[in-house]
């Protein structure tokens, strides 16, 4: 069955500093990448997708992401964190299964950012 | 432009106590979903739904009830409240099968 591993239940960084986080897949046909991004009592809104295009993909507010299919991972990064993006990152996938689309969610990784 | 609406934002019930969860979409959209969001486990399928008249069971299916009777709507049933059910449950939508969900702001919900 797919799935999807997001190393690192919490993250902290300053303010300024890169953002790194990581996401693995584990599937032999790449499937389509989502990130997630999840505020404090607030919905799922999406930052960026992948859906074969270019393995670099730009979202919202600064973050990208690469796909690299001989790692199965689709990290997501900002090269300069903002007190802002603290939040709950989740990455996701939809396995090239056929039929409806059972979005795979790994665990979530807390960002938290500080002065 | 309200996106998908979720009611209640909260509720409390006691165990044995059944209750619906209301979500609706404005965006005409075919496929809709339920999911349950616990601490360290990201988000789980309920049930889904690819058009009126037509859902499905998820990951984590049991305990809960669902139905489609038009596009916009897609309610969610608690049988029989349980503790293991304390959850924030959160409803999505897309247009289409392989494109990105746009998700309630979710229902917060307590099992006494």
């Known amino acids: 069955a797919q799935s999807v591993t997001q190393l690192g239940s919490h993250v902290s960084v300053s303010e300024g500093a890169l953002v790194l986080l990581r996401c693995n897949y584990s599937s032999s046909v790449p499937p389509y990448l989502f990130w997630y991004v999840q505020y404090p009592n607030q919905g799922l809104q999406l930052l960026l997708k992948?859906?074969?295009?270019?393995?670099l993909v730009k979202g919202i507010n600064g973050f990208e992401a690469e796909f690299k299919k001989s790692e199965t991972s689709f990290h997501l990064t900002k090269p300069s964190a903002h007190m802002s993006d603290a939040a709950e990152y989740f990455c996701?996938?939809?396995?090239?299964?056929?039929?409806?689309?059972?979005?795979?969610f790994g665990a979530g990784t807390r960002l938290a950012v500080h002065p | 432009n309200a996106g998908v609406t979720q009611t209640p934002k909260f509720q409390v019930l006691k165990t044995g106590q059944s209750m619906t969860l209301q979500c609706a979409q404005d965006m005409n959209h075919e496929y809709m979903s339920w999911y349950r969001q616990d601490p360290g486990m990201g988000l789980r399928l309920i049930h889904y739904s690819v058009g009126a008249g037509i859902t499905d069971q998820g990951e984590v299916p049991n305990g809960y009830n669902v139905s489609r009777s038009t596009t916009e709507d897609f309610p969610l049933r608690l049988l029989s409240a349980a503790p293991s059910q304390t959850s924030v449950y959160f409803c999505?939508?897309?247009?289409?099968?392989?494109?990105?969900?746009?998700f309630g702001d979710g229902t917060r919900l307590s099992i006494l």
């Open positions: 999505a939508s897309s247009w289409a099968s392989n494109q990105p969900q746009h």
């Open positions: 992948y859906t074969s295009a270019a393995t």
């Open positions: 996701a996938v939809i396995p090239f299964s056929g039929g409806y689309n059972k979005l795979i």
